[in-house]
């Protein structure tokens, strides 16, 4: 008779880790700056269609890379939760922690309980009425949640553009230094090659705004923030 197959549970959650960062470690960096009006949230995207940035809730945005299909299904699962939620209590409830919180418990019972972890990471970004109230939030594929201050980078080499970052970044920023920031970080993935406008996804959470803080700027705003700098 043969014996039964066994792994223990340190290395099935090893393989499993390795698995996904394998899977991350495909897709390209994203990187988020907070700027003097607010947070600016850039990815390197030739596709026009399939977002890796987009709107949760008046203040929030959400980021993601890995598998898409899979981010997808949580910026979605994010969107429904921040609607109910606002609408059961009250919009002013619906914080950046509160979302980051629900996406760690979800992400983490996955990572726990399923054979197949989720290839992915996520930020999930709040922006205050003042810079000090911003909000940077990390969420790894195991569940694992860290904040950040200032900027901070997810990807295949995120430890790059991060350290491209620290050494770069300046508080109050205008825009379009800002976006010309995360692009020379993003570049530093990629051989130091030039990421053209029409490459890049740019989002702000813009505190000036009314109502809903969101916008995403188009390719010709890109091109002329990126030509002013």
């Known amino acids: 008779m043969p014996m039964p197959y066994y792994v223990s549970p340190e290395q099935m959650m090893q393989d499993k880790a390795e ?3 394998k899977g991350i470690a495909k897709g390209r960096s994203l990187a988020v700056v907070e700027y003097v009006d607010g ?5 390197e ?10 709107e949760i809730y008046d203040r ?9 299909s899979e981010f997808e299904n949580l910026r979605k699962s994010g969107i429904r939760y921040a609607d109910v939620k606002g609408y059961t209590y009250s919009r002013e409830d619906v914080t950046g922690k509160s979302l980051a919180n629900a996406y ?7 990572f726990t309980r399923e054979i197949k972890p989720l290839e ?4 999930v970004v709040e922006v205050g009425d003042t810079p000090q109230k911003n909000s940077i939030y990390h969420i790894l594929f195991d569940g694992s949640i ?3 201050r200032q900027y901070a980078a997810i990807g295949g080499h995120a430890e ?4 491209f970052l620290k050494e770069q970044y300046k508080e109050n920023m205008p825009l379009c230094e800002a976006l010309a920031l995360c692009r020379r970080s993003l570049e530093r993935t990629s051989d130091n090659k030039t990421i053209k406008a029409e490459q890049l996804e740019v989002a702000v959470l813009d505190r000036t705004l009314e109502g809903r803080r969101f916008r995403r700027l188009q390719l010709q705003e890109i091109r002329q923030c990126l030509e002013s700098v």
């Open 19 to 21: 698995y996904a960062r």
């Open 39 to 43: 947070i600016l949230l850039a990815a």
């Open 45 to 54: 995207n030739p596709s026009s269609s399939l977002s890796k940035i987009s």
């Open 60 to 68: 929030l945005a959400f980021a993601g890379v890995g598998k898409y």
């Open 104 to 110: 760690s418990q979800v992400i983490g019972n996955i």
């Open 120 to 123: 992915v990471e996520i930020l």
């Open 146 to 148: 860290s904040d950040y």
């Open 160 to 163: 790059v553009v991060n350290g």
